[in-house]
């Protein structure tokens, strides 16, 4: 967002515009919760004190506002709209250690959605492996072989681009092989394991 775009609240516009429903990253639009926005906000103020309690209740009915007047012409807003007002609010009102805080912690978001998108991913391509491989398989289980299984995977994650997040990813040719040589069982309780935990 560009601090130099204000915008600036009126006294004529002073009714505080509640959005009844907001539209989720995943399309999916839900109840809005302005409690949730308020404990945004109160998390920033005792982190920075750059606002009183009162000037806080402002700068809320400020973010409505400004939702209210740059959603264009859909019925809800999003919750992408509703970050970019909490950011060019603070930065009008010259918030601007709570401003780059908010922008931070916002990135920070981004690139956790980002990997766990990724490992999503990977876990769909090596599930697609563990369905092509040999299941006649009798040897013991060897549990340093599901370590390496387990780095590769990491590995991947961490060299995945941004750009492939819409792209089936491919699997190294070490990934490859140590997967044949891990028991489909195992691979299979792991990657169960991985996806209960990513979500």
Do not use: W
């Amino acid at each position: 967002m560009n601090p130099s775009h204000s915008f600036t609240s009126t006294n004529s516009d002073k009714i505080q515009a509640v959005p009844k429903r907001i539209i989720k990253r995943n399309l999916q639009a839900v109840d809005f919760d302005s409690e949730r926005l308020n404990r945004t906000l109160s998390t920033i103020r005792k982190q920075y004190k750059e606002y009183s309690k009162d000037k806080q209740a402002r700068l809320q009915a400020q973010i409505l506002r400004y939702l209210k007047y740059h959603q264009g012409g859909a019925p809800e807003p999003s919750v992408l709209q509703l970050q970019d007002a909490i950011e060019q609010s603070l930065f009008s009102n010259a918030y601007y250690k709570s401003a780059k805080y908010f922008i931070s912690h916002r990135a920070e978001k981004r690139i956790l959605r980002q990997q766990r998108q990724h490992l999503k991913l990977l876990i769909r391509a090596i599930h697609d492996e563990i369905n092509h491989k040999p299941t006649s398989q009798t040897h013991a289980i060897n549990p340093a072989l599901t370590t390496t299984v387990c780095l590769s995977l990491f590995a991947q994650m961490v060299h995945q681009t941004p750009d492939s997040l819409t792209e089936q990813p491919e699997l190294s040719a070490a990934l490859k092989e140590h997967i044949r040589s891990v028991p489909s069982d195992d691979l299979m309780a792991l990657l169960t394991e991985i996806e209960g935990i990513i979500g």
